[in-house]
């Protein structure tokens, strides 16, 4: 599976930016997606994640009402619509697959592939 993320960049305090992430290969429809991000000096942080089946979404409390992940499975493509930016939300965003659900927002070793990451900068 490859997973190709696009849509980052630069943008004030408060404003929004939506990431992409087209999963191509033999992707598992009992498999979830997720976003994770780590900023500069910091380790990794589950963002986000989703079923690929079903509509139960998964938020890291320091996005939760601000950061919104959706797919499109005929497009094999999941989104994250990231909106009231903040500083601190700067980092590299990376998306990631997994062949099994979750029922937990997964911490980002429990992934199995990875696509390349998009920087995200905030400016304050």
């Known amino acids: 599976v490859q997973l190709q993320a696009s849509g980052g960049g630069s943008v004030q305090a408060g404003g929004s930016l939506r990431l992409s992430c087209e999963a191509s290969g033999r992707t598992s429809s009992n498999g979830a997606m997720g976003w994770i991000r780590q900023a500069p000096g910091k380790e990794r942080e589950s963002v986000a994640a989703i079923n690929w089946s079903g509509g139960r979404l998964f938020y890291a409390d320091s996005v939760k009402g601000r950061f919104t992940i959706s797919k499109d499975n005929i497009r094999n493509t999941v989104y994250l619509q990231m909106n009231s930016l903040k500083p601190e939300d700067t980092a590299v965003y990376y998306c990631?697959?997994?062949?099994?659900?979750?029922?937990?927002?997964?911490?980002?070793?429990?992934?199995?592939?990875w696509g390349q990451g998009t920087l995200v900068t905030v400016s304050a």
């Open positions: 990631a697959g997994r062949i099994s659900r979750v029922v937990v927002l997964p911490a980002p070793d429990a992934y199995t592939y």
